[in-house]
């Protein structure tokens, strides 16, 4: 989703920055449930498949989903992450409200 409307999408790297997507989320959404339900792993990649619910701060809209996570390790830890989601669902209760 676009990083204007949901405060923690977007590309990071580095500890930093990685840092600063928890800190984002933790801000922006109030999180009930986050169940991985299945993991499947090859080679240095490791896939996750799973499901959450949280609430938006800003609006109070509850966002119930599935997502899928990729890890890629390299030397013991992970070197890449990538998430996928609904994005279209998480958008829409962001911008509950609004003109």
Known sequence: G??????YAGLRQGHD???????AFGQA?????FEPQKFFAHDDMVV???HYTFSV??????VDNDWVHTFVFSDGKISVFEGYED????VAA?????N
């Open 2 to 7: 676009p990083p204007d409307v949901i405060p």
């Open 17 to 23: 920055q990685v840092t600063g997507y928890f800190e």
């Open 29 to 33: 959404a109030e999180t009930t449930a």
């Open 48 to 50: 996750v498949l799973g």
């Open 57 to 62: 701060v800003k609006t109070g809209k509850v």
């Open 87 to 90: 994005s279209a669902t998480v």
């Open 94 to 98: 962001f911008m509950a409200g609004s």
